[in-house]
């Protein structure tokens, strides 16, 4: 059972969820905590970290809850839209900066390790 609840999700969302959003907060909050324990070996047992994880998993949910089917752009005359296509591969994501927050690398793209050894010229 994941540390945040469908109760820290609609915070995020500043409001009460729905009977059928609660339940689907629940599944997604435990796929996103077993998605953050695979990267970080102390997420349930450092109780620092508790605060930072129930954030990071309840705003990853909301994201998802948010826009649940993935309309990037919307248009009105010979209506279309565009969905974005990470609705694809399930949309729960943690951000770089969560990542961060929670004492690993991001994705590892573009990130740079500001606490590397240097010296000086």
Do not use: C, H
């Amino acid at each position: 059972m994941a540390l945040a609840t469908p109760a820290d999700v609609g915070v995020q969302m500043m409001r009460d969820l729905s009977d059928q959003e609660t339940a689907l907060a629940l599944a997604l909050l435990d796929t996103v905590e077993r998605r953050l324990a695979r990267r970080v070996s102390d997420l349930l047992t450092n109780a620092d970290k508790a605060a930072t994880v129930i954030d990071v998993e309840a705003a990853a949910v909301a994201r998802v809850l948010k826009n649940a089917d993935g309309f990037r752009s919307e248009s009105d005359g010979d209506y279309n839209f565009t969905r974005d296509v990470r609705v694809a591969s399930g949309f729960l994501l943690i951000l770089d900066e969560e990542w961060l927050d929670l004492g690993v690398g991001g994705s590892g793209a573009y990130s740079i390790d500001l606490l590397a050894d240097w010296t000086a010229p």
